[in-house]
């Protein structure tokens, strides 16, 4: 079974829209951080946005003022809203928790932004 499962991947043009989503599995417990990475070919995977429990963000300064990260702390999920959308946003996302003893990573979910 699946620890994190991701959704909401997809083509989109430039400056368009999608919201990605991933939930944990109920059995992760005491989740500290949830986050976004994301890897574009050739490149190193890089962090695009955290969350932490009590709702402190961090983001990439590649995307402040266009991406906002939120959670659900009763259902563990976590979603991306990813507005403005630019070509250099093509990447395989990833969702990351961090809980007390183990880190899990999603499966990725790929963003591809092109007209």
Do not use: H
Not at 22 to 49: D, H, N
Not at 92 to 114: D, E, I, K, L, P
Request: with cysteine; aromatic share 10%; glycine share 10%.
């Amino acid at each position: 079974q699946a620890q994190l499962v991701e959704s909401g991947g997809g083509l989109v043009q430039p400056g368009g829209s999608l919201r990605l989503s991933c939930a944990a599995s109920t059995t992760i417990f005491s989740i500290r951080v949830m986050a976004w990475y994301r890897q574009a070919p050739g490149k190193e995977r890089e962090l695009v946005a955290g969350i932490t429990g009590d709702g402190n963000t961090n983001y990439a300064n590649s995307v402040k003022g266009r991406f906002s990260i939120s959670r659900d702390n009763a259902k563990n999920t976590v979603a991306l809203q990813m507005n403005s959308l630019k070509p250099e946003d093509t990447a395989v996302y990833y969702c990351y928790v961090q809980a007390s003893f183990v880190n899990y990573w999603g499966q990725g979910t790929q963003v591809t932004v092109s007209s």
